[in-house]
């Protein structure tokens, strides 16, 4: 079955650490997102990959960190500078950048 | 930069009521326009998209959409609801000519369809 998966589903965190996310798919996809998702915010860009190796910031990539080894691997560092962690994060991919998005489960983080 | 309004943020309806959810978008120049959907518990899934070519497009479950250039909008429409349209939809547009390559989303309408 191809797909994205995003783990954990839920994911708690102190204050003050940073915490990963995971997100693999195996569509055989170049390009890979990152987005939030806050409630009545719709979603935000925060780090996009077009190829492996390559990766540009979005909207709002302050306090976030990405790294894209692997093609079908792009996980998110959420750093202890991000002012606001709690959100709800979406992972997607398409063939390219001109290509329809598909979408992760998501991955819900809590920072205490 | 690229912003999209979706004018409705909460929509209800009745069984086979007709649906019109607005969204316009800020930017001029060549889009890409779309329409997702999540219903509860469910992934974000793509209803419909337009790249080029006939400006109404159809898409999953009976939904379509018209893209009015002039208007910058992309509204999507269904003529008879269900009871499992039940859901959150957003409109997302990237612009072809470069920048950011992500989607530029909507706040979302949650629609709630009564039986």
């Known amino acids: 079955d191809g797909g994205i998966t995003q783990s954990p589903k839920y994911l708690f965190r102190k204050e003050g650490q940073n915490v990963t996310l995971s997100c693999e798919q195996n569509l055989n996809h170049d390009a890979m997102y990152w987005y939030r998702q806050d409630p009545g915010q719709g979603l935000r860009l925060i780090y996009y990959s077009q190829i492996v190796n390559d990766f540009q910031k979005g909207d709002i990539a302050e306090g976030y960190s990405v790294s894209r080894e692997k093609k079908e691997s792009f996980p998110l560092t959420v750093t202890s500078a991000q002012k606001n962690p709690t959100a709800f994060y979406l992972c997607a991919s398409s063939m390219g950048l001109v290509y329809e998005q598909f979408f992760g489960p998501g991955t819900r983080l809590t920072v205490l | 930069a690229q912003s999209v309004s979706q004018h409705n943020h909460h929509v209800i309806l009745s069984e086979a009521a007709s649906l019109e959810l607005g969204c316009n978008y800020s930017?001029?120049?060549?889009?890409?326009l779309f329409w997702y959907v999540q219903y509860p518990g469910q992934h974000l899934q793509l209803l419909l998209k337009y790249f080029s070519g006939d400006p109404l497009v159809k898409g999953i479950k009976g939904f379509e959409a018209e893209f009015i250039k002039s208007k910058f909008s992309f509204n999507l429409r269904k003529p008879s609801v269900q009871w499992s349209d039940t859901a959150e939809y957003f409109c997302a547009v990237r612009n072809s000519g470069g920048g950011a390559d992500g989607l530029t989303f909507g706040k979302g309408t949650h629609l709630i369809i009564q039986p």
């Open positions: 930017y001029g120049g060549t889009v890409n």
